[in-house]
């Protein structure tokens, strides 16, 4: 059992950037591939990053080269960097963890083993 929780979302201007965290309780953090994940109102959740167990990282096209998701297993931390933020990246987001193999998959069609509740970020134009 994993439990995660977000937090760093809030009101930025284009152009500017914003860190979200995410914490994981639990000692087997380092065993979960975790990811982040965006939603708008009547859409989709929507795949965004991921990092697997040895480090190695996954992006959606629209933010790869501005957003850079990291992990901290010592401190049981994942965090997305979100840099030449634009109105579009407006959403809540939401941090993940999964422990399948294939959790790439899994990913891209926005599923995960446990979710956070979610952090609102809003990009002004």
């Known amino acids: 059992q994993v439990q995660l929780v977000e937090s760093g979302g809030g009101l930025v201007q284009a152009g500017g950037s914003l860190r979200l965290s995410c914490a994981a309780s639990g000692r087997t953090f380092s065993r979960y591939a975790m990811g982040w994940f965006r939603q708008t109102p009547g859409q989709a959740r929507e795949f965004v990053a991921a990092?697997?167990?040895?480090?190695?990282?996954y992006y959606a096209d629209s933010v790869k080269g501005r957003f850079t998701i990291s992990r901290d297993n010592a401190k049981n931390t994942v965090t997305l960097q979100m840099n030449s933020l634009k109105p579009e990246d407006t959403a809540v987001y939401y941090c993940?963890?999964?422990?399948?193999?294939?959790?790439?998959?899994?990913?891209?069609?926005?599923?995960?083993?446990?979710w956070g509740q979610g952090t609102q970020v809003t990009v002004s134009s």
């Open positions: 990092i697997n167990l040895g480090g190695g990282t």
């Open positions: 993940a963890a999964d422990d399948g193999i294939g959790f790439y998959v899994r990913f891209r069609r926005a599923v995960a083993d446990y």
